[in-house]
C-alpha cells in the first residue's frame, strides 16, 4: 500500500503551476471544444455530444454507468452494483461471493429498487429561481425564495413532461439549471463477477495501481415488462487503447471542493473530515467484529465495510492534502488576490438596503463559525449519524412525509418536493432485505458514539434510551419496529399524520422525539449557512468571473459531465509506471502474495488461465479528470466507442478534490478487451459478449 504522505508531495505544486489543459469535468452544454481542437485536433461535435450524452446513465446509488446495447443493456462499475447483487442473494445463495450470470433474459433479475436516470435535456432557469429574490432581503428569505421557486420549477417540469425533473445550483447559485431525466426503474441484473474477481488486491489495493480488477456488472433496462430499445448506446471498441491516445469520461463526478472559500475548507479539516474519519474508524471495527462470528454475518455485512473501508482511505487522502500547510497557504494568496480585486471593484459596493457587511468572504467565514457551533446537532439529529442503521432512515421518512405532504409544494423540505416523491417512494417500499441483526449492533454503536458527542444529559438522548444502555435500547428498538415490513411503511405513509400520532412503533416514537431539534438544527443550517454561502458565494462566482470569464467548470454536484485526457502512464520514485496491466500480471501479482486474501484470484479464473492470451490489457490509466461519483462511467474513444470503464484513481488523484495535476494523478479504468476475455473465456458468457460486439446483429439474447 502507498502511503498517504505522498499526497502531500503532489499536492506541493499543484497551486503553484497553471492548471493542466485536461482539467475540467466539464458541463455539456459547455464543452471546452477549442481546447480539445487545440491540443488534440480533434472535433468534438454537437451529434457526438448528443450521442454520449443520451448513451450516459446515472446510478442513483451514487455511481454512473451506459448503455451499451440497442436493447437496454448496461454496464457499471461491479462495487456500484453490488447492491443489488447483495438485495438478490440470500443464505446460501451468495452472489457477491459467486457471482452471477443470466444466460437467458427470463433469469435476468429485478434490482428491487434501483434507478437509472438519462440526461434527456438542459434549460437555464436562473432568471426564474433569481426573480422572486429582492435586494432588501435577509440570506434567510432569499434561500427560501429560491428553493420554493426551484421546487416550483420542478414540479412544473414534472407535471408537462412525466420525467424527473432536477434544478440543479452551480457556481454556489450565479447559475441555475433545470435537467431532465428519463427515468429507468425497470433494472434486471445480467452479469456479476465474484467479488474476489472485481475487487482483487482487496483495500490494501484501493487508490493504487498497479491494478488487476474486473470491476464491472452488466444490468438491463426494461419497460413495460421488455427490454428498452435504445436509439443511443455505445458500441464496443474491437481496438482499445494505445499509449498517447485521447480519450473521453462521461459520467456523474460527486462532490469537489475546488472553488470553495479557505473558511469552508478549514471547516472541512477542523470538523467534518476528523469527525467522520473517526466514525468510520469505529464502524469498519465493529462490522469486522461482527462479521467473525458467522459465515453469514460476514456476508450481509460485506459490502457495508467495503464501503466504509473505500470512503476511510479517500478521506484521509483529501485530509492529508488539507492538512499541508504549503497548500493552505497558496489557497490563501489566491484568494486575497481575487478579493483584492472584488473590494477595489466600486460595482460591489453594496446598496444601503443590502443586508451584511461588504465582503463576501467574510460572511461564509461568519457562516462556518456557525456551522461549527451547531454541527454535533446537525450531523447525529437531523444527518441521523446517531442512528446508523437503514430503519432508521425509513422511520424519519414516514414522520417527515406525514407533516411535509399536506404543505404547499413551495414550502416543504426539497426531498419531500412533488418531483421528488415517485423516487423517494420507490426507495422507501423497496423489497429489498432487512437484517434486523445488523441493524441492531449498527443502532447500538451510533447511539452511544451520539451519547459520547451530545452528552448523558442531553433532552433527546434521554428520550430515546429512556434510562436504557445504547445497547439495550437499539436491541429493544429494532426489535420491536415493523418498518421494516413494507406493508407497515405504505399504511403509516398513506395514513398521513393519523397514522403516525396513533403509531407506538419505538423507531416512529424515536424519531418523533428528536424531531423539534433535529429541525431546529435543519433550519439553522438552511438559513445562516446554505443561504448565506449561495449569496456570498454567487458574488465570489462573478469576480471570478470578471477576472477570467468562465474558464473553469464549476464544482461536480452528481450531475453528468465530460472529462478528457490521454492514454498515458507516469513516474513514480523515479520509475516509470506504464500505461497498462495484462490479465498475466493478475496471476503474477497473486503469486507474488502467494494467493492469500485479498491477493487470491477467484477459482474461475484459476481454472480458466491456461485458455487466456495472458497479454490482453486488464486495466490502464489516463489523465482524465475524474472524482467519487465517476465509478461506472464510460472511458470512450474519439469514435464514441467503449474502451474501458473508470472504477477508481490512484492516490495521486485524490488531490483532485481541490485541484487538479496530471504530473501522476491518474483515472484507473478496466479495458474493454480485457472484459471480453475473462466473458467469453473465464466466464462462458459468449451470448452477452457476442451482443457487446454486435457479433448477432442488434438482436437481443433468445427468450428461453
Wanted: net charge neutral.
Amino acid at each position: 500500500m502507498k502511503r498517504f504522505s505522498s499526497i502531500c508531495l503532489a499536492l506541493s505544486f499543484l497551486f503553484s503551476t497553471v492548471a493542466s489543459a485536461d482539467e475540467g469535468m466539464w458541463l455539456y452544454n459547455e464543452a471546452p471544444k477549442d481546447k480539445i481542437k487545440a491540443k488534440y485536433g480533434f472535433e468534438l461535435t454537437q451529434q457526438w455530444l448528443d450521442h454520449v450524452r443520451l448513451s450516459s446513465v446515472r446510478f442513483n446509488n451514487g455511481g454512473s454507468g451506459s448503455f451499451v446495447s440497442a436493447d437496454g443493456l448496461t454496464f457499471t462499475n461491479h462495487h456500484v452494483g453490488a447492491g443489488c447483487v447483495q438485495q438478490l442473494s440470500s443464505e446460501g445463495h451468495d452472489y457477491i461471493k459467486t457471482g452471477f450470470y443470466a444466460k437467458t433474459q427470463a433469469e435476468e433479475a429485478k434490482c428491487p429498487n434501483l434507478e437509472l436516470n438519462e440526461l434527456v435535456g438542459v434549460e437555464d432557469v436562473t432568471d426564474k429561481v433569481s426573480a422572486g429574490v429582492k435586494p432588501e432581503m435577509s440570506a434567510a428569505d432569499a434561500g427560501q425564495a429560491q428553493r420554493a421557486a426551484m421546487s416550483q420549477i420542478e414540479k412544473d417540469c414534472a407535471t408537462s413532461t412525466g420525467q424527473r425533473c432536477d434544478v440543479v445550483t452551480f457556481y454556489s447559485g450565479q447559475v441555475y439549471n433545470l435537467y431532465k431525466y428519463k427515468k429507468y426503474t425497470d433494472v434486471r441484473l445480467v452479469f456479476a463477477p465474484e467479488f474476489d474477481a472485481a475487487f482483487f488486491g482487496g483495500d490494501p489495493d484501493n487508490f493504487t495501481y498497479p491494478r488487476y480488477d474486473l470491476d464491472v456488472t452488466f444490468f438491463r433496462v426494461y419497460e413495460d415488462g421488455h427490454p428498452a430499445h435504445l436509439e443511443h448506446y455505445l458500441r464496443w471498441s474491437r481496438k482499445g487503447v494505445k499509449d498517447g491516445d485521447l480519450i473521453f469520461v462521461s459520467g456523474h463526478p460527486g462532490t469537489t471542493n475546488r472553488l470553495q472559500t479557505r473558511a469552508q475548507l478549514e471547516f472541512t479539516r477542523d470538523v467534518a473530515y476528523p469527525m467522520t474519519l473517526a466514525t468510520l474508524k469505529r464502524r469498519i471495527a465493529l462490522l469486522q467484529d461482527f462479521s467473525k462470528q458467522s459465515e453469514e454475518n460476514a456476508r450481509i455485512a460485506k459490502e457495508d465495510i467495503f464501503g466504509m473501508q473505500n470512503s476511510q482511505k479517500a478521506l484521509t487522502g483529501f485530509e492529508s492534502g488539507l492538512l499541508d500547510r504549503s497548500i493552505m497557504d497558496a489557497k490563501a494568496a489566491d484568494e486575497t488576490k481575487l478579493r483584492t480585486s472584488y473590494t477595489t471593484d466600486a460595482r460591489n459596493v453594496r446598496t444601503a438596503g443590502n443586508v451584511g457587511t461588504a465582503d463576501p468572504w467574510d460572511e461564509i467565514a461568519q457562516a462556518m463559525k456557525v456551522q461549527r457551533g451547531i454541527y454535533p446537532q446537525l450531523a447525529y439529529l437531523e444527518r441521523l449519524r446517531g442512528f446508523a442503521s437503514g430503519l432508521p432512515q425509513i422511520a424519519r421518512v414516514l414522520v417527515r412525509a406525514a407533516t411535509e405532504k399536506p404543505k404547499l409544494n413551495s414550502d416543504r423540505l426539497r426531498e419531500f418536493r412533488d418531483s421528488a416523491l415517485p423516487s423517494l417512494e420507490q426507495q422507501l417500499f423497496s423489497t429489498a432485505p432487512v437484517y434486523k441483526s445488523l441493524e441492531t449492533v449498527l443502532l447500538a454503536d451510533s447511539l452511544s458514539e451520539m451519547q459520547d458527542a451530545l452528552g448523558k444529559d442531553n433532552p433527546d438522548m434521554l428520550k430515546v434510551l429512556n434510562g436504557k444502555t445504547p445497547a439495550d435500547a437499539a436491541k429493544d428498538i429494532i426489535a420491536g419496529t415493523k418498518v421494516d415490513e413494507v406493508a407497515v411503511r405504505k399504511q403509516l405513509y398513506e395514513g398521513g399524520e393519523a397514522a403516525i400520532d396513533a403509531s407506538n412503533d419505538p423507531l416512529i416514537v424515536a424519531m418523533k422525539a428528536i424531531e423539534p431539534d433535529a429541525r431546529t438544527a435543519r433550519k439553522s443550517f438552511d438559513d445562516k449557512i446554505d443561504s448565506v454561502v449561495r449569496r456570498d458565494g454567487t458574488l465570489i462566482a462573478k469576480a471570478r468571473f470578471a477576472q477570467s470569464g468562465f474558464a473553469q467548470p464549476p464544482d461536480a454536484t452528481f450531475t453528468l459531465r465530460l472529462s478528457y485526457g490521454a492514454v498515458k502512464g507516469y513516474k513514480e520514485n523515479g520509475k516509470d509506471i506504464p500505461y497498462f496491466t495484462t490479465m498475466g500480471g493478475a496471476y503474477e501479482h497473486a503469486a507474488e502474495h502467494k494467493n492469500q486474501p485479498p491477493y487470491n484470484l477467484a477459482e474461475s479464473w484459476m481454472k480458466s488461465k491456461s485458455q487466456l492470451d495472458l497479454k490482453t490489457p486488464l486495466n490502464f490509466v489516463s489523465t482524465a479528470d475524474i472524482i467519487g461519483g465517476n465509478s461506472g462511467s464510460p472511458t470512450i474513444n474519439q469514435q464514441g466507442e467503449v474502451v474501458g470503464i473508470i472504477f477508481d484513481g490512484n492516490i495521486e488523484s485524490l488531490p483532485w478534490n481541490f485541484a487538479y495535476s496530471d504530473e501522476q494523478g491518474r483515472a484507473v479504468s478496466v479495458d474493454s478487451r480485457g472484459i471480453q476475455q475473462a466473458l467469453r473465456k473465464i466466464y462462458g458468457a459468449t451470448a452477452l459478449a457476442d451482443e457487446l460486439s454486435s457479433v448477432k446483429g442488434e438482436t437481443v439474447r433468445a427468450v428461453k
